[in-house]
């Protein structure tokens, strides 16, 4: 782990977290109607969560000491080493390995640098969940001093699908989580959900499935200056 704690991602991880910023959201609020609050319990050897009365197939992917506020993970704590309930976790590595990404390479992250180093393991989790196309991830209270993630992996979990009444909120809110560059967090959700799109340089229309259309526009900042929904027939084709 680096002694220096950080207060910033690096440009290569933001850029990544923009791509699955709101599709993310969007997923995880999904999962978290899927599986809502209730008690916990965890079999890793099994690799199995239960919880409000479900039973789900997961994959742990990291631990957050809240009083080092620091970040570790699954495959780099020595108890879980070669054991299948890294998985997620050794493909999060290999991700980074091959994109250049260090957040997803160092053994341990020191968040205590940023203003809120919770929130900043939410995103470590968020973004992990984005580059595995997970359908959410579940945050515990491991011990007093640790919070574990852990990745689900169960066909049972519900997959988001575009809203007309949702997708302004969740293309907002994803633009919102790190604040750099909407038109990333717009494409990835567009990707995301293989959209049929149209784009100028300050406007986006994308088809959605349950009809109508999204249209985005962006001011100079790249930002979202405005978000306009047309509803209509399921769009195929724009």
């Not at 750099?180 to 567009?190: E, I, N, P």
């Not at 300050?202 to 978000?227: C, H, M, N, Q, Y």
């Amino acid at each position: 782990m680096h002694d220096d704690p950080r207060s910033t991602f690096s440009d290569n991880f933001l850029r990544l977290a923009e791509q699955h910023a709101a599709w993310g959201t969007e997923q995880l609020e999904t999962f978290n109607e899927f599986l809502p609050m209730g008690e916990w319990s965890v079999d890793l050897d099994q690799c199995l969560f239960r919880q409000s009365g479900r039973e789900l197939r997961i994959s742990l992917l990291g631990t957050f000491d809240t009083n080092e506020r620091s970040w570790l993970w699954a495959w780099a704590n020595p108890g879980f080493r070669g054991t299948p309930v890294i998985a997620a976790a050794e493909a999060v590595r290999a991700h980074g390995q091959e994109q250049g990404i260090a957040e997803f390479t160092e053994e341990g992250i020191h968040l205590a640098g940023f203003e809120d180093p919770r929130r900043a393991a939410e995103m470590l989790a968020l973004s992990a969940m984005g580059v595995l196309g997970a359908h959410g991830y579940v945050g515990v209270q491991a011990s007093p001093v640790a919070r574990a993630y852990m990745l689900p992996n169960d066909s049972q979990v519900p997959r988001a699908e575009p809203n007309i009444i949702t997708v302004p909120r969740i293309l907002l809110t994803g633009a919102g989580l790190f604040g750099r560059s909407a038109r990333t967090v717009v494409d990835g959700y567009f990707t995301h959900h293989d959209l049929p799109q149209r784009r100028t340089d300050g406007k986006w229309t994308a088809g959605l499935p349950d009809g109508g259309t999204v249209e985005v526009t962006f001011d100079d900042l790249d930002r979202i200056a405005s978000i306009d929904i047309n509803s209509g027939a399921p769009a195929t084709t724009l």
